[in-house]
């Protein structure tokens, strides 16, 4: 089974990604979500849990957004940004 590491490299979002322990390829990471996505998935994970029969559409869409959010940190962490295909 292959080792994939992701460091971070200082600050602003610079990453390097090895596999194997081999030689790392320099990354750029940003947060993929808006201030509003941000204070959604706060209120979900804060809020939520203590009353969870109160705004459910809210709810499953903050929920929703977490699987959107994974989606797009992979695709900026396993891009080949210079062909646009993954690793």
Sequence with gaps: MSTIRI???GGGGE???SFDN???YRIQVQDPFTE???KRLEWYFEEHLRFPFVDQVRARQA???I???GEQLFGQVFSD???GRSL
């Design 63 to 65: 929920g929703q957004s």
């Design 7 to 9: 460091r971070e490299q």
């Design 81 to 83: 940004d210079e062909h």
């Design 15 to 17: 990453a390097e990604v």
């Design 36 to 38: 509003a996505d941000e």
């Design 67 to 69: 699987a959107r959010y």
């Design 22 to 24: 081999e030689a790392g």
